[in-house]
Every structure is written in C-alpha cells, then in structure tokens.
C-alpha cells in the first residue's frame, strides 16, 4: 500500500488487523479490543497522510497511500486525514482476514494430505484456484451476515417490513445439497469442471459487488489464497497433537489450537 513501516510498527498494525476482524459481529471484550485497535490505526494513518502532504503532490501515484492522501472530493479539496486514513485502512484489513482462509487451507492440507500434492502438481492448470474456492466454500470464515431491510419488500412469498433485521446463512448455502453435491466432502475438483457456478458461493457475501452486498477484494482474495496455499503445500511441515476442531458457535471462527505446525 506504500504505507513506510518498521519491522516493530508493522507488527503492531498486523496485530490490531487481527484484532478488527477478530472482534466484527462480536459483543464484549473481542469488540472493545476491536473498537481500540481501528481507533489506534486510524490516528496512526492519518498522521501518515499528514506526512505525505508535506510534500510536493507527484503527478503519477505509486501507491495506495499517495492516491488516497492526494485524492480531492467534489469541493475540490482533499480528504480530511482521518477519511483518508478509514479508507486506506480499509484496504490494509482485508489482507490481513486472508490468514484466517490462510488456516483453512492447512487445516484442509492436513486432513485430506493427497491435497498437497495436487497443490505440488502441475499437472492441473487451475488447481490452487479450484482449491482457493472449495476452502472457501467448505470452511466457515464466518456463519452469516446480516443487514436491515431498507424498504417494505416482498421475497419468494414472504413480507418483509422495512427495518427488519435479515440473515444471509452463508454455511448454509455453500452446504446446501440442491446446489452442491456431496456439500461435506472437500472436493476442489468441483470447481475445475465448470459444472458449479461461483453465484452458488457466497463465502464473501452475494450479488454484485458493484451493486449487492459482495466482497469487492474477492478475486484478491482467490488469487492470495491460491498462491499461500501452493507456497503451504510446497513445505514439509509436521503437525503436532492439538485441538483442531472448528467452533460453529463463535464469529469468526477458526480451530480451537489455531494452527500449529512444525517445519522440519
């Protein structure tokens, strides 16, 4: 993002990242710790903004930074440092969410051990991103997402009055047997045959991302997670006794242990 970090101030905002997407939908301590972490980061960027305008505006910008930091809005100004700052932060977070999809992957490697070398072959073009897909689609990053009903509407024989709280059950759809066959087995090969379409997965919300309520990083996301997952199988990693089973009840969720692993 062309953010100029230390290796000890780069630790700190990859942790208070943790922090934010450990602590969304979530009541209590993770979401204070949350609501400290975004506070913390954003006064933290702004002050980078700040520093960026110090300097003369270049004519091309290189990065994320410079084009938030120079970006002007219709009244011709730039943004206030702390927009600009939300902004840049949103881009920066989501980065960070992939490592949760990140120890899926392993967690997927680990159980189903032929899938590291079909990650390792070559033989199946496509492959990581078929296997990017199907660990989205089979792991539960999050059990659903929620939103209020902006007007009085009218779904598939049901009122919905607006205001009305309304659930997407994203593991619901991507388990659901009239779209998926055979939902619980983890079979990436599902997506390399094109008979699956991607609007059945909802892993990171559905619609249009122009329009609907989908994750716009998506296709990063795909594209990030099919290389670590290829970069993962290519490792000779050992995984000691741990708790690996996967919570259903907490948002978002990951195994008990985490992940540990042990290179050799």
């Known amino acids: 993002m062309g953010v100029p970090l230390t290796g000890p101030a780069a630790a700190e905002l990859a942790h208070d990242c943790t922090a934010m997407v450990d602590g969304f939908a979530t009541p209590g301590p993770r979401h204070l710790r949350a609501r400290r972490a ?35 809005g219709q009244d011709g100004n730039p943004l206030d440092p702390r927009t600009a700052a939300v902004e840049l932060l949103n881009i920066i977070r989501p980065t960070v969410a992939i490592a949760w999809f990140a120890t899926f992957a392993a967690h997927a490697m680990h159980r189903w051990p032929h899938q590291r070398d079909l990650l390792r072959s070559e033989s199946e073009k496509g492959y990581a991103e078929a296997f990017a897909h199907e660990v989205r689609r089979f792991y539960p990053f999050a059990p659903f997402v929620g939103g209020l009903a902006a007007r009085d509407l009218n779904w598939r024989g049901e009122d919905i009055t607006q205001g009305t709280l309304v659930l997407l059950d994203l593991y619901g759809q991507n388990h659901d047997p009239a779209l998926w066959d055979h939902p619980y087995r983890f079979d990436p090969h599902r997506f390399t045959t094109g008979a699956e379409t991607l609007d059945h997965l909802i892993a990171q919300g559905g619609g249009d991302p122009a329009g609907g309520h989908r994750c716009p990083g998506e296709d990063i996301t795909v594209t990030a997670l099919a290389v670590l997952a290829t970069e993962l199988a290519g490792l000779d990693f050992a995984v000691p006794d741990q708790d690996l089973t996967i919570p259903l009840s907490r948002m978002p969720t990951l195994p008990r242990s985490g992940f540990e692993m042990s290179l050799s």
């Open 38 to 72: 975004r506070a913390r980061q954003e006064e933290a960027l702004a002050r980078t903004v700040l520093g960026v305008r110090e300097r003369p505006e270049p004519e091309l910008k290189s990065s994320a930074l410079e084009t938030l930091a120079w970006h002007r």
